[in-house]
């Protein structure tokens, strides 16, 4: 059972330079989440997902697009990179009503 | 918008002793979690707390809500050193609208 996987699960982007993150889940969770992890600031929510063919914006948003076309797959997508994006990401899932999130083991993505 | 809060931001303890962090949230939720992180890792769910009063244990940590303080704590009780890691907590608010914010953090060292 693979749970969340993600991938790349690192990558070094030059400033302006463009990639997707993928995210998987196997679990047939309905809610998907895309989570940015920088130092003293906790996880800021980017994007998130409430079911295929949804996306909604976080707290964070400027500056990424995302996509769930299928409902196991979540891509975050960078246009254009900034060193501003240098973090770690975090994707997570859930299905609906009160339960837990599970996350992926995320990707250290570094903007030079 | 909803803010949430932990304190402390760091905490080192002794080994055997006991301590709380603290969870405030700044609006009304239906759902609070907590979270452990080891350094490098991914977010591993420790609690999922659904009603006032609720109180959950796990070995020497126990977690609680207050939904009418908004706040929710995490006991550790006679701490050892393989409880340092750092947990978060995450709030979800309304059902329906199933964004998770989480707070920025507790970084816990246990010294023997």
């Known amino acids: 059972n693979a749970g969340v996987t993600q991938t790349p699960k690192f990558r070094v982007l030059k400033t302006g330079q463009s990639m997707t993150l993928l995210c998987a889940q196997d679990m047939n969770h309905e809610y998907m989440y895309w989570y940015r992890q920088d130092p003293g600031m906790g996880l800021r929510l980017i994007h998130y997902?409430?079911?295929?063919?949804?996306?909604a914006k976080g707290e964070v948003p400027d500056g990424y697009n995302v996509s769930r076309l299928k409902k196991q797959n979540f891509l975050l997508g960078l246009e254009s990179a900034a060193p501003s994006q240098t973090s770690v990401y975090f994707c997570?899932?859930?299905?609906?009503?009160?339960?837990?999130?599970?996350f992926g083991q995320g990707t250290r993505l570094t903007v030079v | 918008e909803l803010k949430v809060e932990q304190n402390p931001l760091f905490l080192s303890m002794q080994e055997g002793k006991n301590y709380t962090i603290y969870c405030n949230y700044s609006t009304t939720s239906d759902r609070l979690y907590w979270y452990r992180q080891d350094p490098g890792k991914s977010l591993e769910s420790l609690f999922v707390?659904?009603?006032?009063?609720a109180v959950k244990q796990e070995g020497r940590l126990m977690a609680s809500l207050d939904t009418k303080a908004r706040l929710s704590t995490l006991h550790i009780t006679a701490a050892v050193h393989d409880l340092s890691a750092t947990y978060f907590c995450?709030?979800?608010?309304?059902?329906?609208?199933?964004?998770?914010?989480f707070g920025t953090g507790t970084r816990l060292t246990i010294i023997p």
């Open positions: 997570a899932s859930r299905s609906g009503g009160p339960t837990e999130a599970f």
């Open positions: 995450a709030v979800a608010v309304n059902f329906g609208n199933e964004k998770l914010t």
């Open positions: 997902s409430v079911g295929e063919g949804t996306t």
């Open positions: 707390l659904l009603s006032n009063g």
